[in-house]
């Protein structure tokens, strides 16, 4: 799924950009390589130029802009990036974007730099360190948490769908991953409206684990509704980008990838 460029996308969703899974939002589309390797660290650091007050006075540039173009969303933070007169503008709610020093131009999606062996998203280092924090907020018992055998050495953040094939394949290593010392905790995100209900009868299952594994042998399970956690896991994957399943995060908020062998998970792990 790609971002749209019109006031009504940005306004609704400034939808998720930038993030490789193998069973995308709805219809499975659009994928990007995974190839978005940190090899030099996005500052986020004060400069001379991004003063406190002179920060205050983008946002505050930024936020009238919103406003007139009816708008309705709070910048949190903005943060220097290494590209110079750009920023990262961290939103509420939605997927960070990028913004110009003189707050005349927002930009969507990734801006990646060339030069090296790898392609380097510049915007990678801060965005996982706001992922980091969201992450460390979530409640466990909000999660269906499948612990590491021994020795936790690991821990990742799967945003999965019960309906979605590859997460089948990812949930069918869990034995090999935690056996790897690797806890996983998957968080809810359906892929569509259709898939709501599915997700939402897991989540108000009392043994969620095996309501989980019933929809992924293609049984049918009944219909719960309860005060369930998953609409608030969904838009929390808005909010960090993700635009598919399964989606996978290092404890530190760093995107490791869509689906990946148990090989390649622990390689992303121990890099």
Request: net charge positive; with cysteine.
């Amino acid at each position: 799924m790609s971002l749209h460029r019109s006031k009504i996308f940005l306004a609704c969703t400034l939808a998720a950009a930038g993030m490789l899974s193998a069973c995308s939002k709805d219809k499975n589309t659009e994928q990007k390589t995974d190839s978005l390797t940190a090899t030099a660290p996005a500052t986020g650091q004060a400069s001379p130029i991004l003063e406190r007050n002179a920060k205050q006075r983008l946002i505050n540039t930024l936020q009238e802009s919103l406003k007139k173009a009816n708008i309705n969303v709070k910048i949190i933070d903005i943060k220097t990036t290494e590209i110079p007169n750009i920023y990262w503008v961290n939103l509420d709610g939605m997927p960070s974007v990028y913004a110009t020093a003189d707050g005349k131009y927002l930009i969507q999606g990734d801006v990646l730099r060339l030069g090296d062996t790898k392609l380097k998203n510049v915007s990678q280092d801060l965005q996982a360190a706001e992922n980091k924090k969201l992450f460390a907020a979530l409640n466990p018992k909000d999660l269906i948490v499948y612990p590491a055998q021994g020795t936790t050495k690991h821990i990742v953040y799967v945003f999965t769908d019960a309906n979605c094939p590859y997460c089948h394949k990812l949930h069918e290593h869990l034995p090999e991953l935690n056996a790897k010392g690797i806890e996983v905790r998957y968080i809810a995100w359906p892929r569509g409206e259709q898939f709501f209900p599915t997700m939402e009868a897991i989540w108000c299952n009392n043994d969620r684990k095996a309501a989980f594994n019933a929809v992924v042998q293609g049984q049918q399970i009944p219909a719960v509704q309860c005060n369930s956690p998953v609409k608030a896991q969904y838009q929390l994957g808005i909010k960090i980008g993700v635009n598919g399943t399964p989606a996978i995060y290092s404890q530190d908020g760093l995107y490791l990838g869509g689906y990946l062998s148990p090989e390649e998970l622990e390689q992303h792990l121990e890099k």
